[in-house]
């Protein structure tokens, strides 16, 4: 059973499009995040929920929403991807904020041509 | 702001060679510190944290002590694996208000036969 996971693991699209990654985590935990890392290995994070809420929203463009409709699952929406959204996607659970130590899913790797 | 600089890569190094990975840190307070390991195609895994001063994390053949006064958590092994090529994160969790993880920008290490 994998802890953490994301689907699809790789994403095509072109420019314009909209796109959705979907994170599930059977770990009973409260926190769920989705960090963005580049072509340099660069994380960077992108939102974080506790219990449903969001609790971290970094400086995003508006374009992705995050949503959670319970805790095991947090979701990603991106509206009119861009080249630059070309990434990998990495879900992440904690049993709570601030612990530090997070479970990664195995990522998600979204090109835009 | 909390931050965390780690040593820029890519290392290469022989089987059984010692390696160290530098990581330093800015923190108001007393943070607790993290190195986290990505092997190729996977996402980040926890390898060892320490939670105060003079703490020292270790798994599978790797240390780290937490320095205060020198704000240092450098990673170290001492004789390394081609298993062990993989790209290594510093990170640093914050207390209270500022518990939010702060990844270094990681290091790629390749491990030759």
């Known amino acids: 059973d994998t802890a953490v996971s994301q689907t699809p693991k790789y994403l095509v699209t072109q420019m314009g499009n909209d796109k959705s990654i979907k994170c599930e985590q059977n770990?009973?935990?409260?926190?769920m995040y989705w960090y963005k890392q580049d072509s340099k290995k660069f994380l960077k994070i992108m939102f974080s929920?506790?219990?449903?809420?969001?609790?971290i929203n970094e400086t995003v463009p508006n374009r992705f929403s995050p949503k959670s409709p319970d805790k095991a699952h947090l979701n990603l929406h991106i509206n009119s991807l861009e080249l630059g959204d070309s990434a990998v996607y990495f879900c992440?659970?904690?049993?709570?904020?601030?612990?530090?130590?997070?479970?990664f899913g195995e990522g998600s790797r979204l090109t835009v041509l | 702001g909390n931050s965390v600089t780690q040593m820029e890569g890519p290392v290469t190094l022989s089987e059984e060679a010692f390696l160290t990975i530098n990581c330093t840190y800015t923190?108001?307070?007393?943070?607790?510190l993290f190195w986290y390991v990505q092997y190729p195609g996977e996402g980040l895994q926890l390898l060892l944290k320490?939670?105060?001063?003079?703490d020292k994390g270790s798994n599978k053949g790797f240390e780290a002590t937490y320095r205060k006064e020198t704000t240092s958590f450098h990673l170290e092994k001492g004789s390394v694996q081609v298993s062990d090529s993989a790209v290594y994160f510093c990170?640093?969790?914050?207390?209270?208000?500022?518990?939010?993880?702060?990844f270094g920008a990681g290091t790629t290490v390749t491990v030759r036969a």
């Open positions: 990170a640093l969790s914050g207390r209270s208000n500022d518990y939010k993880l702060s």
């Open positions: 320490a939670t105060k001063a003079d």
């Open positions: 770990l009973g935990h409260d926190t």
């Open positions: 923190a108001t307070g007393y943070p607790s």
């Open positions: 929920y506790n219990n449903k809420e969001l609790i």
């Open positions: 992440a659970s904690s049993r709570g904020e601030g612990t530090g130590e997070l479970f």
